[in-house]
């Protein structure tokens, strides 16, 4: 579900990169999605929970220039 939310995200904004921190702000944000309330059923997600959650599938945010971004064509493809 992140993954595909994640997918979404990109697709909405046209971006091809985005920050641990927009990525996060951009999914609690997301109509109809659980990420405003993952923790406890009471706090959205953190940074930190979404980098966790797509590492078993190698993805992860890369430093370029500054701050690390995470990358849309990483997220493209049968990941579910």
């Known amino acids: ?36 309330e993952w923790r406890r059923g009471e706090k959205p997600i953190t940074e930190r929970g979404v980098a966790m959650m797509p590492k078993p599938y190698g993805i992860k945010s890369v430093k ?7 990358f849309q064509r990483d997220f493209q493809g049968g990941l579910e």
């Open 1 to 36: 579900m992140l993954l595909a939310d994640i997918r979404r995200i990109f697709d909405m904004t046209e971006e091809t990169l985005l920050t641990p921190r927009e990525l996060t702000t951009k999914l609690v944000d997301l109509d109809e999605a659980p990420w405003a």
């Open 64 to 70: 370029v220039r500054g701050p690390a971004h995470y």
